[in-house]
């Protein structure tokens, strides 16, 4: 049966599918919109099983906060092409998978990868899950979609979120301060930028786990040893390089990008707000 213009642009508008595809979709389900529909979803999800064994190199990395700042998440979605993570409709999917995060309780405090969540119910529509959502866009958009990592923070103390790039990198901050204002948004903005630009990986000298310290003094002691240095001098060696590990890998004791003549610590004590720093999580895309 022949079906009206203005049908195939309704179905386009309800669902997102290319005209052609409204078409044939209207003509196999005898004009009637909601099989045309259900018709485009199963082709669609068919489509976009075909495509998820496809790499996702792309994508963005983005952040979402509460209004009183106690509860945050930071995602990592992929896609194919730089093209298509611009694009209007994966950047909508993208909020769209933080706000789910970020309203199911049972994310509460949690960290994971996409596997974890997509049998999840949706948050906004529970009669599919999130997986069959990201499928649903797939098939839309015609490129894989996968949701890399994710990590929710909820707290007493305050949140701040910072985005570079774009979306190339995010950060989600906790810490500690009297109040919220004006003056305490802007050091956690500079802290936030701080991890941002130098992938720090700790907060402090006192939250790196031992193992850890033990780790790299084994590796400094090898590689003294390997240079030939006396073993007396070993570990004099070994905690002058302990202190530049700590100056690139711990937050508080990296040198402040806005002054390289004081560090992290000394740039938050200064400002005489209060602040603590208390955790911190830094996305960037590829996994870094």
């Known amino acids: ?16 599918a290319g005209m052609v595809d409204c078409k044939k979709a209207l003509e196999e389900a005898g004009g009637d919109l909601e099989k045309a529909k259900e018709i485009l979803r199963v082709k669609g999800l068919a489509k976009a099983d075909k495509k998820a064994g496809r790499e996702t190199k792309e994508g963005v990395v983005h952040v979402k906060i509460s209004e009183d700042r106690r509860k945050g998440v930071i995602v990592e979605v992929n896609c194919e092409t730089d093209f298509v993570a611009r694009n209007e409709e994966f950047r909508k999917i993208v909020e769209q998978i933080a706000e789910h995060i970020l309203s199911l309780e049972e994310n509460k405090n949690r960290e994971g990868e ?22 649903e866009t797939i098939a839309r958009i015609g490129e894989n979609i996968r949701i890399s990592r994710f990590a929710r923070i ?8 910072y985005v570079h790039g774009g979306g190339r990198i995010g950060v989600l901050l906790e810490f500690k301060g009297p109040d919220i204002n004006d003056q305490v948004l ?15 990986e700790f907060v402090s000298v006192e939250t790196i786990p031992e193992e850890v310290i033990e780790r790299e ?4 002691s090898d590689q003294a040893r390997q240079e030939g240095k006396p073993e007396h001098i070993i570990d004099k060696i070994v905690q002058g390089k302990l202190r530049k590990f700590f100056e690139e890998k711990v937050l508080l004791n990296q040198r402040f990008i806005r002054d390289e003549d004081i ?8 400002s005489g707000l209060g602040i603590e720093v208390v955790r911190f999580v830094r996305f960037e895309i590829g996994g870094l």
């Not at 996409?114 to 499928?135: H, W």
């Open 114 to 135: 996409g596997p974890d969540i997509l049998d999840q119910p949706f948050y906004r529509d529970r009669s599919k899950t999130l997986g069959e959502l990201i499928k």
């Open 1 to 16: 049966m022949g079906v009206s213009i203005e049908d195939i642009k309704k179905l386009r508008e309800m669902t997102g």
């Open 263 to 270: 560090t992290v610590k000394e740039f938050i004590e200064r």
């Open 186 to 200: 802007r050091v956690a903005q500079d802290v936030a930028m701080q991890i941002a630009a130098m992938r720090p």
């Open 154 to 161: 909820d707290t007493d103390n305050y949140l701040h979120s």
């Open 217 to 220: 003094k084994r590796i400094l």
